[in-house]
Each structure stands twice: as C-alpha cells, then as structure tokens.
C-alpha cells in the first residue's frame, strides 16, 4: 500500500507551529481530525502519548514517525508536518525532527501498520528527499514530493 493512498493531502500541515513534543503530537493528530472527523482527539492523543513513553518515535536525521492504534478504527490514517525550526522529539541522535509522519492504525491491524512505517522509513531514508521536503514552498508541494518518492519505493 502506497503513502499517497493514506494520506489526504487535507492532513498535511507545511509549518508547524508546535515548540515541544506534546504539542506537535496535538497540531498533527487536529490535522488528521480535518480528514476524519469522528476521532476522539482525547483518545488519538492518549495513544500516542503512551507510545512516546515506551521510547521516543524521533528516528534521527531530523525524522519522527509517532503512532498508535486505535480500538474502533476502520482504517489506517496518516497526516504529515514539517517544522522549519525543529522540535525536540528525543530522536535517537539528538537533533531536532523538522519532518513527522504520524500514523494512527486499527488495533487488530499488524501487517499494514508495520508495512506503512517501513515504507515512511524507506521514503525518508534519503537525504535528498529530506531535503527537497524541507524545501518545499508548501502543503501541495510537500504532497507532490511525497506522491513522487512514494511512486519510486
């Protein structure tokens, strides 16, 4: 399964305004609400929160894949944000993540949910796709790169 066939372009956020974790874990999961507007954001949030204390979703060379999964979810979400100044997100080299992928997931779901992850990883392994993502002018721009590497995995 393609990111683009996750991914609404309606749940892109091109600069984030969060300064702290927390808060980025908000602005992404209101950005999935703009998408699917029957999650509980109270229980989108919990879900992430609680994944974040088993160790930090902050991958390293400025990446961070939050996610979670959720009892009565029908099918996988994913909404992206880039923050040009970074956020500490407790990645496991220390730098700031500028990029985040966050991906909310049925429970029952397994395979999809691991395949989606290696797939982001995949995507965002590129120094030049981090890059061209870093500078993109905007959420369409963003959705473009995205759709475009996405098409090359």
Aim: proline residues 3%; aromatic residues 4%.
């Amino acid at each position: 399964m393609k990111i683009v066939d996750l991914l609404n372009p309606a749940a892109i956020t091109a600069d984030i305004k969060a300064t702290d974790k927390n808060a980025v874990l908000m602005e992404l999961t209101d950005a999935l609400i703009q998408v699917e507007s029957s999650l509980d954001r109270e229980e989108v949030l919990r879900v992430l929160q609680e994944r974040e204390r088993l160790g930090s979703t902050g991958i390293g060379e400025g990446v961070a894949i939050p996610h979670g999964k959720l009892k009565d979810l029908k099918n996988l979400l994913i909404s992206f944000g880039r923050s040009r100044n970074g956020v500490d997100f407790n990645s496991m080299d220390g730098k700031p993540a500028h990029l985040f992928f966050l991906l909310i997931a049925p429970e029952e779901s397994i395979g999809v949910h691991l395949k989606t992850l290696a797939r982001i990883s995949k995507l965002l392994k590129s120094p030049a796709v981090r890059r061209r993502l870093l500078e993109a002018a905007d959420g369409q721009e963003l959705y473009s790169i995205i759709a475009e590497e996405d098409e090359s995995l």
